[in-house]
């Protein structure tokens, strides 16, 4: 999704490199990742995503799924002589503490890369930050696609804006119209009343939706904008209601949808409302006991479905966190993998060891470009904009309190 505090995780490298995907051991968050190795050099990779607030599902999903990669590189020895430590920064999901994070990110010799942030509003905060030091970002969660193609992306003119970024999300330019095609040509919907909440995630993705929906021979029955941090919704619901739409399209997270479903179905607006991977988490439950039928995009298929998540999935299990791994914990720890792989990329080109110099940071950065591994969530490997090359997507439904598969695929559009 997105667009979303910072961990920050040592790693020490020396000596020839494998190149595993995964390792075999996981720990409890928080713990130092690794043993003591004397002989170790070390190099942190900050991760960034909300650890507090309305939004925290997603980020300790995160970074749990970061320091359990953490773990699985050293109890493997992924590096001969490489130690990790974990250590966490919070943004709140805002960019104002985003990019104090980067600042302070970047201002630490020891960082060569940095996983996250979780939203994009987040992502433009820090973007020019990381890229002035060559610091590589790569993001577990983000979609809005100027990011990565320019402010020029829909007329075709797209161009990179920095060449530090990356991610492991698909965009929105891919989840917007996936959704309109699902709502107009599966769930048979035609008139669909669209509301966003003006952040750079919510509008974007509402955006793209709205250019397909239509194409495709639907109509709006309204438009309408929200404050994210709003919780009572009468007015809309009202307008909702009067409007005949046979479905809500939203574009925004959790924290608003939970409550804005919730109005609407104790409204009599007896229609499904559908987001993007924004609100495909288990707080949308929580927060809207009515929520059966509703809909979600996320990026990717789900990991339970995958042959290469299910090491990844019994090691989290078995570390212990308390925390869901959520929407984005395969991408997050497939980020962290990439990072790691670029600098053994790196360190493999110089004799077994780490390079110093003001250098550094750009190696690992071009390294990340070539990276190409079979990862948690597939392949991970990166295209001419640092986006990822894998384009699948899934819809989700809520069914029996839980969110159910409802299809997966490929955006045809």
């Known amino acids: 999704m997105r667009h979303r505090s910072a961990i920050v995780v040592s790693i020490a490298v020396i000596g020839a490199l494998s190149l595993t995907a995964c390792g075999s051991r996981g720990g409890k968050s928080g713990d130092t990742a690794g043993g003591k190795d004397s002989g170790s050099t070390t190099v942190v990779i900050g991760v960034d995503a909300p650890l507090t607030g309305d939004l925290s599902a997603l980020g300790l999903g995160i970074r749990n799924s970061v320091d359990l990669a953490v773990k699985n590189a050293n109890a493997t020895n992924e590096v001969p002589g490489v130690k990790f430590e974990v250590k966490a920064l919070d943004d709140t999901a805002k960019p104002a503490p985003g990019q104090q994070n980067a600042t302070q990110l970047v201002g630490d010799p020891k960082v060569l890369g940095v996983v996250g942030p979780l939203n994009s509003s ?83 993705l509402a955006s793209t939706f709205k250019g397909e929906f239509t194409k495709l021979g639907g109509t709006l029955a309204g438009e309408e904008h929200v404050n994210p941090d709003d919780r009572d919704f009468s007015a809309i619901v009202t307008k909702v209601k009067a409007s005949g739409a046979d479905a809500v399209y939203y574009g925004g997270e959790y ?62 299990k078995a570390a212990g966190y308390k925390d869901a791994y959520e929407t984005y914990g395969g991408y997050s720890y497939d980020s962290a993998w990439a990072i790691i792989q670029a600098v053994k990329s790196v360190v493999t080109s110089n004799n077994g060891k780490l390079p110093t110099g003001d250098g550094l940071r750009k190696a690992v950065r071009d390294a990340v470009q070539k990276v190409s591994f079979d990862g948690v969530t597939g392949k991970v490997s990166f295209d001419e904009f640092g986006d990822t090359t894998n384009k699948q997507l899934t819809v989700y439904t809520v069914k029996d309190g839980k969110w159910a598969v409802e299809k997966s695929g490929t955006f045809n559009g």
Do not use: C, H
């Open 255 to 316: 924290p608003a949808a939970g409550p804005l479903s919730l109005q609407l179905k104790d409204a009599g607006v007896a229609i499904p409302l559908m987001g993007g991977d924004g609100i495909q988490s288990g707080d949308f439950i929580k927060l809207n006991p009515k929520s059966q039928g509703d809909f979600a995009t996320a990026v990717g298929l789900p990991v339970e479905s995958l042959d290469t998540a299910k090491k990844y999935i019994a090691d989290y």
């Open 122 to 204: 987040v992502a433009q905060s820090m973007q020019q930050i990381f890229d002035d030091a060559s610091l590589t970002e790569i993001s577990p969660a983000n979609t809005g696609v100027a990011l990565s193609q320019g402010e020029k992306w829909a007329s075709g003119d797209k161009k990179r804006p920095f060449k530090s970024y990356f991610r492991t999300a698909t965009t929105d330019a891919v989840q917007g119209p996936f959704a309109a095609q699902f709502l107009y040509n599966d769930a048979k919907k035609t008139k669909v009343f669209l509301i966003d909440d003006q952040k750079t995630y919510g509008a974007g």
